[in-house]
């Protein structure tokens, strides 16, 4: 498992930790039941603060991807995949609802609307 | 877990300087970075920590007692660094061992010894000829050999190179490892702080502006770079310091508090600590 | 505390080859003039150095600072520069004694009871002095205490001087014999009176 971070992005170190994780369960490089660093190695290692590794963590324990085993460390979820999937699909519609409902009110037509979705979708990577 | 190092309502008065209502609180697990300018009060609140100056008023607890009651048993566990190698420099290392065994009752020759190769300090040699980085990796390689659970460091990287500060951050990050220990580091050197603390804890003129998990710091604050009428219009409660030169301003700014879309670059913690201490004058 | 005392030891060692250099020098010095009475005297001045040296040892590497860091406490410290200082002479006293029995056949107008008796006191005398200075060394620190140490060795001198002056009687030799053997009891309880004020001195310094 690799995990790379850039201190220059606007992203948040922590918020790069959990994008990246959740990419490699997605993908399927992370398969449930296998085992994540401790946060404390994970600090150690990337050189950053516990209290970050333990935020991501948190936030990919709380969004349903890894859960905590006391005194074991933390695992993948032995969760449905596809679950976590769509309820990230329910959630990207809604928002982009909400693009599309700011943007006809301010009379933004949908070519222009693709452009900024696609420019948006770019940066992410 | 409980707090390694507690604090509270710390006083110490002197003629032309006093340390106020010195509050910081040190979790288990981790790495407090101790920042302020030359004078500001780091030496004095670390002597006062180890009860080598007596305090006017307030509590310190260690590892959940009092620094002064359970002095000896506590010190067991301290492992400290000061800025100068305080061992006779007529001394070789394997003398210094001997003399730390009948010191500290958890003195480990072995793990000693170990560190001393890792360092690479010369078995042989007075230390007097030793250079100034091999001196404070002595001192730290001492401070880590009888099973101390918090680490004091008071300005002991000055002067190294960046190199041997790279090694010494790593043995930070394995200390830490265990969770029961912690580090307190007061250094000038915010880089290094800046890569590993989890906390930083800043003092100026005796006082504690602030003292937060480190990323939350560098988070919230960020430096906004504008014409002096866009300054104007700005918050000013958002504004930490600021710095006008002949065509703009620069100013620390709480992130999430200047609305717009203004360019807020990055604050590292040298910024920080530049616009909070010399904001102070504008 | 043998931490600490180790520690002055080893930290002594380049004093101790000159030292015995001296001593050696000294002894022959002896043995050539056929007078023992400088053997006394060296040893008055070595006590006084050692610790002395020590202390300055410890303020130039900051010792002090590092060692009240750790578990030892703040008394320990201060007796234990007693205790080497009383170590040092009594180990001076002995081979000063000894050396003068290994001398004793070729020195003009030996008497024992009388050499070893004048070692004691000076012996004792030595300690009396490190008594009176040594709380000043723990109060000022060693630079601004050398002007007191040098007017408690002038001090002597200058009552010798005056009792000489003012044809004062000296007390007689039945006197002076049963004041040295006392010596030891006075000097300890003037050694307790002066760890007791040095402690509370100790206690109170900042670093």
Request: charged residues 25%.
């Amino acid at each position: 498992m690799q995990i790379i971070i850039s201190n220059s992005s606007d992203k948040p170190i922590y918020e790069q930790i959990t994008s990246q994780i959740k990419n490699l369960i997605i993908a399927g490089e992370l398969q449930p039941g296998d085992a994540l660093p401790s946060m404390r190695y994970l600090a150690k290692e990337l050189r950053i603060s516990v209290i970050t590794t333990k935020r991501a963590y948190e936030e990919l324990e709380r969004d349903g991807f890894i859960e905590s085993v006391p005194g074991k460390g933390c695992f993948v979820a032995m969760k449905n995949m596809e679950f976590i999937r769509e309820e990230h699909l329910r959630l990207a519609e809604e928002y982009l609802q909400k693009a599309v409902d700011s943007a006809k009110t301010a009379g933004i037509a949908l070519p222009e609307l693709q452009e900024i979705l696609a420019m948006l979708y770019k940066e992410e990577q | 877990m409980e707090n390694v190092l507690e604090i509270r309502k710390l006083n110490k008065r002197y003629k032309g300087f006093s340390l106020s209502d010195v509050d910081i609180t040190l979790p288990s697990g981790s790495i407090m970075g101790f920042i302020g300018e030359n004078g500001a009060g780091k030496t004095t609140t670390i002597k006062l920590i180890l009860n080598l100056l007596h305090r006017d008023s307030g509590e310190i607890k260690i590892f959940g007692k009092d620094n002064i009651r359970n002095e000896k048993e506590i010190k067991e566990e301290i492992g400290v660094v000061f800025d100068e190698c305080n061992f006779p420099d007529t001394m070789k290392i394997s003398e210094i061992s001997r003399v730390m065994g009948h010191i500290y009752s958890k003195w480990d020759d072995n793990t000693f010894g170990r560190y001393a190769d890792k360092f690479s300090l010369p078995a042989n040699k007075e230390i007097k000829e030793f250079s100034r980085g091999m001196k404070m990796k002595l001192s730290i390689a001492a401070a880590m050999s009888h099973g101390a659970r918090l680490l004091i460091l008071d300005e002991a990287t000055s002067g190294l190179d960046p190199v041997v500060r790279d090694e010494i951050l790593d043995i930070f990050l394995e200390f830490i490892q265990d969770e029961r220990n912690a580090v307190f580091v007061s250094t000038h050197i915010l880089s290094d702080i800046e890569k590993v603390a989890d906390y930083i804890t800043f003092i100026h003129k005796g006082r504690i502006k602030f003292s937060q998990p480190k990323d939350e710091l560098l988070e919230n604050y960020g430096i906004l770079k504008c014409s002096y009428s866009e300054f104007d219009a700005v918050d000013k409660s958002a504004v930490k310091g600021y710095r006008k030169n002949d065509f703009g301003v620069e100013a620390l700014v709480l992130r999430d508090q200047i609305r717009g879309y203004k360019t807020i670059d990055h604050a590292t913690l040298e910024d920080i600590m530049l616009f909070t201490v010399r904001g102070d004058q504008q | 505390m043998k931490g600490l005392i180790l520690k002055d030891l080893l930290s002594l060692k380049k004093q101790g080859k000159l030292l015995l250099l001296m001593l050696v020098f000294f002894v022959v010095y002896s043995y050539a003039t056929k007078n023992t009475s400088i053997l006394g005297s060296m040893l008055a001045v070595l006590c006084t150095m050692l610790p002395i040296t020590t202390l300055s040892c410890d303020e130039r590497s900051k010792w002090d600072k590092f060692a009240l860091s750790t578990p030892v406490q703040r008394k320990t410290v201060v007796v234990s520069k007693y205790v080497l200082s009383i170590l040092f002479n009594i180990t001076a006293f002995a081979i000063m004694t000894v050396i003068n029995l290994i001398l004793l056949p070729y020195i003009e107008n030996a008497n024992l009871e009388e050499t070893v008796l004048t070692l004691l006191g000076t012996c004792m005398g030595t300690l009396l002095i490190l008594a009176i200075f040594m709380p000043f060394l723990f109060k000022f620190g060693v630079e601004k205490s050398r002007f007191i140490l040098m007017a408690i060795y002038a001090l002597p001198l200058m009552i010798s001087g005056l009792i000489h002056k003012m044809n004062i009687p000296l007390p007689d030799e039945r006197f002076l014999k049963s004041l040295a053997y006392a010596s030891p009891v006075i000097t300890l309880c003037l050694l307790l009176i002066s760890v007791n004020v040095s402690v509370g001195i100790y206690n109170k310094k900042e670093f």
